[in-house]
Every structure is written in structure tokens, then in C-alpha cells.
């Protein structure tokens, strides 16, 4: 039998660094969606106040496996 699975987007942030931007976001994701199978770092940002980086955000692509109910 063959597999389907479905990809979507999630954003992570962290005060720190964008890998930990990332593992956020996966971790958190991982609570809700079953047999998650690849993430893939898409986009890095960060977000700038008065000339300081207060939050690193990772835009992942995930997929995982589909089951229709």
C-alpha cells in the first residue's frame, strides 16, 4: 500500500537563535499531528526593535502522514 502525506507551513520564534526558532515549531506541531516525517527550513527572519534583535523566526515546510477519516 502506498502512503500519502500532506505538507503545510509553520512559523517558530525564539528569543535566542533560529534553531531554536525551528525546534520550537516542530515540537510544538508534533503534539498535534501524527507520524510527522520531514521539516524543512524554508525562510529565516528576524524581527528588529530600536536597532536590536529581540525574536529569531524559522518558516517551515512539514509534512506528515495523511489519513483520511
Known amino acids: 500500500m502506498s502512503n500519502v502525506y ?3 507551513e509553520i512559523i517558530g520564534s525564539s528569543d535566542t537563535s533560529w534553531e531554536d526558532a525551528a525546534k520550537k515549531a516542530v515540537e510544538v506541531t508534533a503534539k ?8 524543512e527550513v524554508k525562510e529565516l527572519d528576524m524581527r528588529v526593535e530600536k536597532g ?6 524559522a518558516k517551515l515546510r512539514v509534512s506528515f502522514k495523511y489519513k483520511p477519516e
Open 32 to 39: 498535534s499531528l501524527d507520524e510527522i516525517r520531514i521539516a
Open 52 to 57: 536590536k534583535v529581540v525574536e529569531y523566526r
Open 6 to 8: 500532506k505538507v503545510i
